[in-house]
């Protein structure tokens, strides 16, 4: 089911009676139903397995929880290469592949980035800053 946010991005829940797992670039899902914890999270971290999208009991998306960004195409293939089965990374991860910290630079001006509630702080600390010219 698709929603919209106070911000205007669409918002996913998830049926807690199906157990799904994205399989990512190409928005298929296949059902899951051997998990030993439940419904596994349809967004994780491909290295540190971190759900970047979680959604509490209800179903709702959880405040100050999401890492749902992009960042710009030179910056994505310095992380992940050519390998493009990874799909999703936390802001921990994508700096620990980079061995630097993300800048506001790093996003580009498009929906997805804008300031939400559901982002972290760290989400919103790399983002966010002020831009000093150079």
Known sequence: MALVDPE?????????SAARVDLGTYG?????????HGS???NVCHDCGRDTTPY??????VDGSWEWYI???DVW????????????????????????????LDF???????PSLLDTDRLRDR?????HPS
Not at 8 to 16: A, L
Not at 127 to 131: A, I, L, P, T, V
């Open 56 to 61: 509490d009991q209800d179903g709702e998306p």
């Open 77 to 104: 293939r310095a992380a992940t290469g050519s390998d493009d089965h990874i799909t999703r990374l936390c802001i921990g991860c994508l700096e620990e592949r980079l061995g630097r910290r993300l800048a506001p």
């Open 28 to 36: 298929s899902w296949r059902p899951i139903t051997d998990s030993p």
């Open 108 to 114: 580009p001006a498009v929906p997805v980035n804008s």
């Open 71 to 73: 960042v710009a195409d």
């Open 8 to 16: 205007q991005r669409p918002v996913r829940r998830r049926d807690p």
């Open 127 to 131: 983002r966010d800053q002020k831009r």
């Open 40 to 42: 596994p999270p349809p």
